[in-house]
């Protein structure tokens, strides 16, 4: 029910945007993140976006470069990726919760009950 769109290859330093649609049936959603998953790792929280708030959280290493955004009219969330690092290389994948939980929860993946296929990030240096 997401489809997330908008990777490709790009150089150190360069800039991306990734979008994350709803395709079929529209759902009520609490929050919208995005994970990553690189080569050989754990996926990991990345960033997310509270629906009716608004209220945004971003992991650390990607703090001051990426920027989550929402735009309720099109259900439709999208991340900006800025000043992007070669470490920035991972399939990325969008998700959507639809119950409340606390902040500290929506780090992780239980929290989101709805996911898209994920779209390839590759930054070369």
């Known amino acids: 029910q997401l489809q997330a769109s908008g990777g490709g290859l790009v150089q150190a330093g360069g800039s991306l945007k990734l979008s994350c649609a709803t395709s079929?049936?529209?759902?009520?959603?609490?929050?919208w993140g995005w994970f990553r998953q690189a080569p050989g790792k754990e996926r990991e929280f990345v960033s997310a976006?509270?629906?009716?708030?608004?209220?945004?959280f971003y992991s650390e290493s990607v703090k001051g470069r990426f920027t989550i955004s929402r735009d309720a009219a099109k259900d439709t969330v999208y991340l900006q990726l800025n000043s992007l690092k070669p470490e920035d290389t991972a399939v990325y994948y969008c998700?959507?919760?639809?119950?409340?939980?606390?902040?500290?929860?929506?780090?992780?993946?239980?929290?989101?009950?709805?996911w898209g296929q994920g779209t390839l990030v590759t930054v070369s240096s």
């Open positions: 998700a959507a919760g639809v119950r409340s939980v606390g902040s500290k929860d929506l780090l992780y993946e239980y929290a989101y009950n709805y």
């Open positions: 079929g049936r529209a759902f009520g959603s609490y929050v």
């Open positions: 976006i509270t629906w009716r708030a608004g209220t945004k």
